[in-house]
């Protein structure tokens, strides 16, 4: 709870700024592959928190909430700019009556990820932590994701504009 208010507070600050500068300064493109590798690659450092938290007893440290806060904000920010213009660019490749049909088709492409997502997760998650040996299981699970999210980057570099 503590992390996601801080994250909160730091997500509400940027968010509005960090969409429109980057779409205005860089074009649609250039933004999706900027949100691209600094959304979900940041997940890599995520189990830095690991050893800003250690000495603490089940609690997290001042420094731990602060880094994982930020760290979490800018992996959501850059996330909500590659769907922004994702949805964006997605509405300038049909004619303007057959957006409403392009929009629910991408909201049943959404609507699948979020459902699948948590039964990868779950199932990526307890074979790591059952086959690796804790804490190293969650830094494989945060690598895994990690090259994933390359991968969607490099994927981003391959559009055409």
Avoid at 11 to 25: E, I, N
Avoid at 33 to 41: A, E, H, M, N
Avoid at 90 to 116: E, F, I
């Amino acid at each position: 709870g503590n992390i996601l208010s801080g994250t909160g507070l730091f997500y509400l600050a940027v968010q509005y700024f960090l969409l429109t500068g980057l779409v205005d300064k860089y074009g649609f493109y250039r933004s999706l592959r900027i949100g691209t590798f600094l959304s979900v690659p940041m997940t890599l450092f995520m189990p830095i928190s690991l050893i800003t938290n250690e000495g603490a007893d089940g609690t997290l440290t001042l420094t731990s909430l602060i880094f994982l806060s930020v760290l979490y904000a800018i992996i959501r920010s850059f996330s909500s700019v590659v769907f922004s213009t994702l949805t964006m660019t997605t509405n300038r490749t049909v004619p303007v009556h057959q957006r409403g049909t392009m929009n629910g088709l991408s909201m049943l492409g959404v609507s699948l990820a979020r459902a699948l997502g948590p039964l990868f997760g779950g199932i990526l998650f307890s074979t790591s932590v059952r086959h690796v040996t804790p804490p190293f299981g969650s830094v494989v699970v945060y690598g895994i994701m990690t090259f994933l999210g390359i991968c969607l980057g490099l994927q981003a570099l391959l559009l055409r504009e």
